[in-house]
């Protein structure tokens, strides 16, 4: 690490995480990811690969999210409020 980054972060208060704190978490995310899961321990993806990924995973559950958002509202735009598929879905809602 250089010692800017490390001077930097002691003089602003905020604790100095480790290398081997960010190896952790990176393994982490790594783990959650569909895209890097599946590949064996043993292949190498760098940390700026699992943050890229992590970014692009992201996004594609917000898309995915909006998505479900719309076709939810229109379900429910097409069935009567008073309806038992109504109802079914206002407690799959809560």
């Not at 604790?15 to 990811?33: C, E």
């Not at 895209?35 to 917000?62: F, M, P």
């Not at 999210?65 to 598929?85: C, H």
């Amino acid at each position: 690490m250089s010692s800017r980054r490390t001077s930097r972060q002691q003089s602003s208060g905020v604790p100095r995480i480790s290398d081997d704190q960010i190896i952790q978490l990176v393994s982490k995310l790594r783990q959650l990811l569909p895209e890097l899961r599946h590949s064996r321990r043993s292949d190498k993806v760098s940390a700026s690969k699992v943050l890229q990924e992590t970014c692009n995973y992201i996004r594609s559950l917000h898309r995915e999210v909006e998505d479900l958002s719309d076709r939810l509202s229109e379900l429910l735009s097409t069935i009567d409020a008073d309806s038992p598929e109504a109802a079914i879905i206002r407690s799959l809602l809560m």
